[in-house]
């Protein structure tokens, strides 16, 4: 039994140019810094409360190490928090937590994404010869909202932020959320070579139930803060509710594989 939390832990990032946030505008490095690091001890404060039989995994958002990671950023948060990405088998499922922050832009740190690729074919290949009931694999942003070969000319709809969120009729474009095509398909020919089950991801701010042309999942669960919604929010959420909450994830003895979402008002 475990926890996956998706990404954004913390809020200090600096490459944000167009911030809404006016700290982010005006606060020093140094001072964006101590920020981090006070929101690393509160982040652990509270998650220190979860059952102690129960593990807690944490992945990287764009939040945490930037919309272009670098080396500097990410060594800011494995030296806070942890590997960046790491594997682990539970109850005959191999799992694989990706810094795919690094496929939405590799250019800050080219060397650190080929070395996070060619480790995950090592995994990927490790998993098959093993023979895991299934691979899931964990990241922050999704790699794809509808099919695994959009782009970003096909998604033209936007996601609303809810009233009082920044000024009024705040928008992001839903391209925005994704993984890019180039990088999106190097993962997706490792996925589908090597059987991934089912991809789990956040980012995007709402609930996304989707497949690849094979079968994979791709399932985005929406965030523990702000919901956004989506132009296409119906055609995306497959009748889940848009609102906070968590979803479990469940394998049974036979190794069929169901996830549910609940509102945390549940």
């Given at each position: 039994?475990?926890?996956?939390?998706?990404g954004d832990l913390v809020d200090t990032e600096s490459s944000f140019n167009g911030a809404l946030a006016s700290w982010k505008k005006v606060m020093t490095g140094w001072e964006r810094s101590l920020i981090f690091e006070q929101q690393v001890k509160d982040f652990k404060r509270v998650w220190s409360r979860l059952d102690s039989d129960i593990a807690l995994v944490c992945l990287c958002g764009n939040h945490d190490v930037g919309n272009r990671?670098?080396?500097?950023?990410?060594?800011?948060w494995t030296s806070s928090l942890g590997d960046d990405y790491l594997s682990f088998w539970v109850n005959g499922t191999f799992n694989i937590a990706l810094n795919n922050c690094l496929f939405s832009n590799p250019s800050?740190?080219?060397?650190?994404?080929q070395e996070q690729l060619l480790w995950l074919e090592k995994r990927l290949i490790y998993a098959q010869e093993n023979k895991a009931t299934h691979i899931f694999v964990y990241t922050h942003f999704p790699w794809f909202l509808r099919h695994e070969n959009e782009t970003d000319e096909e998604v033209v709809t936007f996601s609303g932020a809810p009233p009082g969120w920044g000024p009024?009729?705040?928008?992001?474009?839903?391209n925005y959320f994704t993984i890019p095509f180039e990088e999106r398909q190097m993962a997706m020919l490792l996925f589908r070579k090597y059987n991934v089950t089912a991809c789990f991801?956040?980012?995007f701010h709402q609930n996304v139930v989707a497949k690849s042309s094979w079968g994979m999942d791709m399932i985005v669960t929406g965030a523990l803060s702000m919901t956004l919604s989506?132009?296409?929010?119906?055609?995306?959420s497959n009748g889940e509710i848009n609102g906070i909450g968590m979803r479990t994830v469940d394998v049974g003895e036979a190794g069929e594989f169901t996830h549910k979402w609940f509102l945390l008002d549940e």
């Open positions: 039994l475990f926890v996956c939390v998706c990671p670098t080396k500097a950023s990410i060594e800011r800050g740190a080219p060397e650190m994404f009024e009729g705040t928008s992001f474009p839903d991801s956040g980012h989506s132009g296409m929010a119906s055609e995306l």
